[in-house]
């Protein structure tokens, strides 16, 4: 029916043998008219499964049952609406829309409220499961800053330390810096802990910058972090001084 209706539309023309999709996303009309209905048959708890894989999808299938039940992931698998996804992962399946579409009506259909509320309940679930995977707690930050809120400077840095020690070198730089953001203060109110905490996150993310082989930004922040160091004294300074 969707394929129908999107060709109808004039949303699906033919190149090479392949439908191709002509682009933008309508909000109201003949598509979104099919899928709506779809997704408002889903029982509450199975529309919440459906929501969590529109809004932060491909998302792993412990993942969903811990914000919803077996029991809602089970029925939601029996549509349409997702499928699994291929990963190298397989003792942790992951769930996406079956189509971009659906995903697309799935978030033109939540209120802000409802969004913001669903990432703080993804971050808050997964983020214990965050520190033996560098992937999913760079989504966890995310989330919260999605949501609003301001994450765990201790749980970041945490969080970063490990990326850093598995090698998970690419996560450990989002996660430094996202550690470096939320180290910065207005500068009349910094404290020598704020300097301390955003310079020992600039030496951190130069040395993942230089097993990337990114040198001028791995130069870049080893400078900043000296320069901070200027700023400090005693232990903390030859703590900076030592990375």
Known sequence: ALIDTLTTAGELREHRDLL???????????????????IDRLTPQTRLAFDAVALLGPLQRDLITDLTSPDALDQLERTDLVEREPAADRTRPALRVAHPLYGEVARTMMTAAATRALYARAAASAAPRATHDPALAVRVVRWSLEAGEIPDAALVAGLADAATNALDVEHAVDLETAR????????????PTHLSARGRAYAARATAYRLLGRLDDAQADALAARKIADHLTGLERADLLSR
């Open 20 to 38: 191709v999709w002509q682009g933008g996303f309508p909000r109201h009309g003949s598509i979104v008219d099919v899928i709506r209905p779809e």
């Open 180 to 191: 470096i953001l939320l180290s910065s203060t207005d500068s009349t109110a910094e404290t």
